[in-house]
């Protein structure tokens, strides 16, 4: 394919969307949507602006056919080589183009990938998406065929094999910034790798030319090999070096387990991170500049409550159960991995779900939710909440109300694309999800007091769930009508009160919500520390005040429409 796009006229050095659909499905047999996919995906990672990337949401949002659709995806270019680099590295999790498809290795039979596992197959195979080890060892691995890939097609042997003494020009080695960057000391500041190989020792080590502008393949090889080393911004630098924030109260013996750190005090902007582990039975909820733009991590969390209210670069749930998690805006992707019981609520660019059960995932998407192998009982329902700051957040990270396809799913299992209108299929996977039922639809009302402009539902509901709320405050003035039509006296109302509070309190107890509502009550606020030992307020939000539990909060409501 290398040699492909860079000797077909339009191919190069940008690569369109139609001509890489002509690749995709005409050469490598690839669904349309599967396509699209990948081109989708990589597209999301590019640095556009918020208004570029608003711009496009409305252009697309207008397009009423197929064919309008298509003609506003062909305005889409990306970085051929790049792209290319995108492709390959898919293989870090064993679920490459043409293995999943069809059982050959692409683009290269040297220094291939394990193929899928049996363990992969019933999708308990392990994330590497945070495993920084895991990334290292792939780009060493992997190398020379990563190196391979920029070399111009008139360098190639006949069997399409690098020659020995092949040159990689200046402009693809600023290609690998996809995968690399580093800097010249400990300390400094982080440069794109082309820039680095261009000065000082790297530029002998490197063996580059300033009067061809290129680098001999072998020579760079070797470079890369004796430098290379971990991502001081991963999550292992993370967890330690990076700024760690410890539970004030430590009283408990599972909370005595929690780890939340952070880099965001020093790391450049898309290489923040930070990480939450292992917080059980706990309301945890901040809005910062630290979070900002921020990659976030969940790990391994369980009967937690969770709020990020900040809009945030993307976000990993892994490992984690019984819990509840409501997010700012996410510029890139939410991931929800090896989660059990899990509920999601998210703006965010792309939503992936892969080896979860019974998760229920509240979302507003521009790209269509994609399930991979693995998952049981999930639930897809509309963005049901908000908080004040929500539009300015997301508009920030350039997210708009429309396009909106959270309710059309891509299924992605080990033969590709499955369609997820096959409910008779043999498969598991095609029938592993349902659209939430308007009869069980609820509003969730984030329990904090914030200042900002937003106070509905950004875009609305869908005019089915819309109709079901309706019904369910008719359902409420009803039952009020009820009660005040019964005409009680002062004895028969305090007894009828305290049955109804018995019941609800029972309901709470039953249903786990009463920890929910306790977590929320000023006095057991609790806070994190800086290992400065600065307090920093996490039960609250920054500048807001918890609403309690006989206000108007998100569980309340819910008791009282199923009175």
Not at 542 to 556: E, L, M, S
């Amino acid at each position: 394919m290398a040699i492909y796009v860079q000797t077909r006229e339009g191919c190069f050095p940008v690569l369109g969307w139609s001509m890489w659909r002509h690749i995709a499905c005409g050469k490598l047999q690839l669904p349309e949507d599967l396509a699209w996919l990948y081109f989708e995906t990589f597209d999301l990672l590019l640095g556009h602006t918020p208004e570029e990337r608003l711009e496009r949401a409305e252009c697309m949002s207008q397009c009423s056919s197929k064919s309008e659709l298509d003609q506003q995806r062909s305005k889409l270019s990306v970085d051929t080589l790049q792209f290319l680099l995108f492709l390959y590295i898919q293989q870090l999790n064993r679920v490459s183009l043409r293995t999943s498809l069809i059982g050959e290795e692409w683009p290269s039979h040297r220094a291939r990938s394990p193929s899928p596992s049996e363990r992969e197959t019933k999708a308990s195979s392990q994330n590497k998406n945070w495993d920084d080890q895991a990334h290292l060892s792939f780009v060493q691995n992997h190398l020379a065929d990563i190196l391979e890939l920029l070399v111009e097609p008139g360098q190639l042997s006949h069997s399409g094999q690098a020659k020995r003494d092949s040159q990689i020009s200046l402009e693809a080695v600023r290609s690998l910034g996809l995968l690399l960057e580093g800097s010249v000391g400990h300390g400094k500041g982080v440069q794109p790798v082309h820039r680095l190989l261009t000065k000082g020792l790297l530029q002998t080590q490197s063996g580059y030319s300033m009067l061809s502008r290129s680098f001999p393949l072998h020579k760079l090889l070797l470079c890369l090999q004796q430098n290379l080393t971990l991502n001081p911004f991963g999550m292992t630098a993370c967890l330690r070096s990076g700024k760690k924030l410890a539970w004030a109260q430590q009283v408990e013996g599972a909370m005595k387990r929690a780890k939340i750190a952070r880099n965001t005090h020093m790391a450049p902007p898309g290489s923040k991170m930070v990480l939450m582990s292992q917080v059980i039975k706990q309301t945890l909820a901040k809005t910062s500049d630290k979070l900002t733009g921020a990659n976030i991590k969940i790990h391994r969390c369980s009967d937690a409550f969770i709020y990020l209210l900040s809009p945030l670069r993307s976000v990993s749930v892994d490992k984690c159960r019984d819990s509840t998690v409501v997010l700012g805006p996410v510029q890139t992707s939410v991931h929800i991995h090896s989660c059990q019981n899990v509920r999601v609520v998210c703006v965010t660019g792309r939503v992936v779900i892969g080896a979860s059960s019974r998760c229920i995932v509240h979302a507003l998407t521009p790209t269509c939710p994609l399930l991979l192998p693995g998952n049981s009982d999930i639930t897809l329902g509309p963005f049901h909440t908000f908080y004040p700051s929500l539009e300015d957040h997301m508009a920030s990270v350039g997210l708009a109300v429309v396009p909106n396809v959270w309710d059309q799913p891509l299924l992605l299992g080990t033969e590709g694309l499955a369609s997820p209108l096959l409910s008779s299929s043999s498969s598991s996977d095609s029938t592993c999800y349902r659209l939430l039922p308007p009869s069980e639809f609820h509003m969730l009302a984030v329990p904090f007091q914030m200042e900002g402009d937003t106070c509905e539902v950004p875009g609305g509901l869908p005019p089915a769930y819309q109709a079901a709320l309706r019904e369910k405050q008719k359902r409420i003035q009803n039952w009020q009508k009820t009660v005040m039509e019964a005409r009680l006296n002062k004895e028969q109302k305090q007894q009828f009160q305290e049955l109804v509070e018995l019941k609800f309190h029972e309901w709470l107890l039953e249903t786990g919500h009463r920890q929910e509502l306790d977590s929320l009550i000023p006095p057991t606020v609790n806070f994190l520390k800086d290992s400065d030992g600065a307090a920093t307020d996490t039960s609250r939000v920054k500048d807001t005040k918890a609403v309690r539990p006989g206000g108007v909060g998100g569980t309340a409501d819910c008791c009282l429409l199923n009175l």
